[in-house]
Structure formats: C-alpha cells, structure tokens
C-alpha cells in the first residue's frame, strides 16, 4: 500500500518487509520546491531541515504526537517512521500544509530548535 497523493509530494506507505510499519517519505526532488524559505532562515534544503519542520510541527499544533514518530532523514531525503500509522498520517497532514503554505513553513522553521535542522 503506497499513497502518493493524500499527503504529497510526501508519499506514505506500509514497509513490504515489515508488515506493520508505515513510513512517510520526502525526497529531494520534492523539496526543491520550498528551498527558498528554508534558505531564507539559513538551512540547507534537505532531509535533516525536513526533521526540524516536522518536530516543530508537532511541538506546535500536535504534542499527542511527541514520541510516536520517529525519525531518519538523510540529505536529500525526510523521513518519518513507526508502528503508529495514524500518527504518521496526522504528521502527513501537517507536513503537507507547511509545504503549500509558505506562511505555515516559515512558522514552523522559526519556532523550531536550530538543532533540529542539523
């Protein structure tokens, strides 16, 4: 089960080899569209910048999130993974409203930790 559109560009799915943990998923191509605001505050557009919005996301509109996602980026690549399917579609919505709406993601870039942005 792969869905590529509910929460895109990021794309959430159910890992084959483990049934039962889901991933959700932002690759470099994607994130060339919003490097601009990232670069405005003075972060690279990669995956680990992708990291700080998603924990900022979280700390600022979902808390009951904190702790049942976890997380793996890669330079040019986000991503978010767990056992909590609803979780990470809850961030997948979140995510998918900072990456449409400029306002939103600068929001959550400034209220984010520099720290996580590494």
């Given at each position: 089960?792969?869905?590529?559109?509910?929460?895109?560009?990021?794309?959430?799915?159910?890992?084959?080899?483990?049934?039962?943990?889901?991933?959700?998923?932002?690759?470099?191509?994607?994130?060339?569209?919003?490097?601009?605001?990232?670069?405005?505050?003075?972060?690279?557009?990669?995956?680990?910048?992708?990291?700080?919005?998603?924990?900022s996301a979280v700390r600022l509109r979902a808390p009951e999130l904190e702790g049942r996602v976890n997380?793996?980026?890669?330079?040019?690549?986000?991503?978010?993974?767990?056992?909590?399917?609803?979780?990470?579609?809850?961030?997948?919505?979140?995510?998918?409203?900072?990456?449409?709406?400029?306002?939103?993601?600068?929001?959550?870039?400034?209220?984010?930790?520099?720290?996580?942005?590494?």
């Amino acid at each position: 089960m792969t869905d590529r559109t509910s929460f895109a560009p990021l794309s959430f799915f159910e890992y084959d080899h483990r049934p039962g943990s889901y991933c959700l998923m932002l690759t470099d191509a994607d994130m060339l569209g919003v490097r601009d605001v990232l670069e405005e505050h003075g972060y690279d557009a990669g995956g680990y910048a992708w990291e700080g919005v998603a924990r900022s996301a979280v700390r600022l509109r979902a808390p009951e999130l904190e702790g049942r996602v976890n997380y793996d980026p890669e330079a040019g690549m986000f991503v978010a993974y767990g056992t909590d399917a609803e979780a990470l579609r809850r961030l997948g919505e979140l995510l998918r409203e900072a990456f449409h709406d400029r306002a939103v993601l600068g929001e959550f870039i400034a209220a984010g930790d520099p720290d996580w942005f590494d």
